[in-house]
């Protein structure tokens, strides 16, 4: 019988994960991960331990926490404060799901007996020709391979994802069935372990403010910001803007930063003049180890519609131009579904 540690986190995902690999027949550990939680925000930590206690009680399964906040606060909120501190827009989830979900969990999970540990995530994992991959859900609105791009073949040896060939609504009717008591609970939205965040109230707690100029392309001043780190390409609003004979000026789109001028320029073209076809990629990864190149299909947001693109070496071109924000994750993908790595934007 092997043994599995399953992520509860409280919600419905992560709970029907459990009860389904107990059918399955695996020996299931319930684990909690406590994660950062700063006292100036309304964080549901006690709540979620809670909520998972009560479906390991109910599923009659051990259960055990793992106390991760030292590890989360250095590799997960660090990072991404100091990648807007440099300008750039990270994605904490894909950090949290490296250094916590699939590296610090698994460690402590291992030390412990563990053969895999399994998530609620929506996203399918295979073996094929002695090679793990990684597929999207069956649930596109559902589907997280976005957040997973950092995994290898050898994360999914030891990573099972029960819920990925579900859709939400058949996951919900399974909870319901197993009577488990979080079966109604609302999803949780927003940042990894901290939930609903203010970004830029949550930043303004780590960096400083520092009044600049809003300008178009063409270098006419329209607004003024509190610091270019507190935006990012593509955001429609958030700055002042300045009023043009008692009009306000028209809604305008972030097309560009200038970090040590500290200027924000806007137009009202979502894509800009400083859009481009071409992007390096850094951090670059891989889920077969072997570098993807050629056709793929690309997303840089989460949900995005798949665009089509060419890879070559650690370079991305797609075929009309855009306004990608540094730091952002760039997620690769082949036309029947596989998920084959990505980087983030230079």
């Not at 698994?106 to 563990?114: I, V």
């Not at 995994?151 to 040896?157: F, N």
């Not at 200027?263 to 993807?292: M, Q, R």
């Amino acid at each position: 019988m092997k043994t599995v540690f399953v992520g509860l986190s409280g919600g419905v995902d992560s709970a029907v994960s459990a009860y389904l690999l107990k059918k399955q027949g695996y020996r299931v550990v319930g684990a909690f991960i406590k994660g950062w939680e700063p006292d100036f925000l309304p964080c549901t930590g006690k709540e979620d331990r809670l909520e998972a206690m009560r479906v390991a009680a109910h599923l009659d399964i051990p259960f055990v926490t793992y106390d991760l906040e030292e590890e989360y606060k250095r590799d997960v909120v660090d990072y991404f404060i100091s990648e807007y501190k440099a300008g750039r827009t990270p994605n904490p989830d894909v950090m949290c799901n490296r250094a916590i979900k699939f590296g610090a969990f698994w460690e402590k999970a291992k030390a412990d007996g563990a053969d895999y540990i399994a998530t609620g995530h929506y996203a399918v994992s295979c073996l094929e020709a002695d090679t793990w991959n990684l597929k999207a859900s069956v649930d596109t609105e559902k589907d997280q391979t976005y957040f997973l791009w950092t995994l290898t073949k050898d994360d999914l040896a030891h990573a099972l994802f029960p819920v990925g060939n579900l859709e939400k609504e058949e996951v919900r009717k399974l909870a319901e069935k197993a009577e488990l008591p979080n079966a109604k609970r609302r999803d949780s939205q927003g940042l990894c372990f901290l939930g609903h965040v203010d970004m830029k109230g949550f930043l303004k707690r780590y960096i400083p403010e520092k009044k600049g100029s809003v300008m178009t392309e063409d270098g006419k001043t329209v607004g003024e910001h509190e610091g270019v780190w507190f935006y990012t390409l593509g955001q429609r609003h958030g700055y002042q803007r300045v009023k043009k004979d008692g009009a306000d000026a028209p809604k305008m789109y972030v097309v560009g930063k200038d970090v040590e001028k500290n200027i924000l320029y806007v137009s009202e073209n979502p894509v800009g003049d400083k859009a481009k076809k071409t992007f390096k990629l850094i951090t670059v990864s891989s889920v077969s180890g072997v570098p993807v190149a050629g056709d793929v299909l690309v997303r840089y947001r989460y949900r995005q519609p798949l665009i089509h693109a060419v890879v070559s070496g650690d370079s991305v071109t797609f075929r009309d131009p855009q306004s990608i924000a540094p730091g952002q994750s760039c997620v690769l993908y082949t036309q029947d579904g596989y998920m084959r790595g990505g980087g983030i934007i230079a």
